[in-house]
């Protein structure tokens, strides 16, 4: 499956995007979809997870309450809808696919050796 992350932008601090992940090649049916975002010299870090059915959803603390993950199977297409930006939430965003939510305690969640295929990221950039 290839994905394409699309949707980032330059947005004042407060505001709001919704980033799209649309996969081509094959469903996302049976895929539960993850968003990270990295910002350069740093790790990637997991911010948010969604099950195949969408019946579960998961959050990095930084981001719970502001930040919504859905998925529409049908068009084969996972959103990130962000809320309340802040600076620090300014990196390039990618989703990628796994098995499973694999939801980890702690500081970092999600890891991003559980998740197989990746897009290409989409920049966000959150001005104060």
């Known amino acids: 499956v290839q994905l394409q992350a699309s949707g980032g932008g330059l947005v004042q601090a407060g505001g709001s995007l919704r980033l799209s992940c649309a996969a081509s090649?094959?469903?996302?049916?049976?895929?539960?979809i993850g968003w990270f975002r990295q910002v350069p010299g740093k790790k990637r870090e997991g911010v948010s997870c969604?099950?195949?059915?969408?019946?579960?959803?998961y959050y990095e603390d930084s981001v719970r309450g502001r930040f919504t993950i859905s998925r529409d199977n049908a068009r084969s297409t996972a959103f990130l809808q962000m809320n309340s930006l802040k600076p620090e939430d300014t990196a390039v965003y990618y989703c990628a696919t796994a098995r499973r939510c694999h939801f980890y305690s702690g500081s970092n969640p999600f890891r991003a050796a559980d998740f197989g295929s990746w897009g290409q990221g989409t920049l966000v950039t959150v001005s104060s």
């Open positions: 969604i099950s195949s059915d969408g019946g579960s959803t």
């Open positions: 090649g094959s469903t996302l049916d049976y895929s539960a």
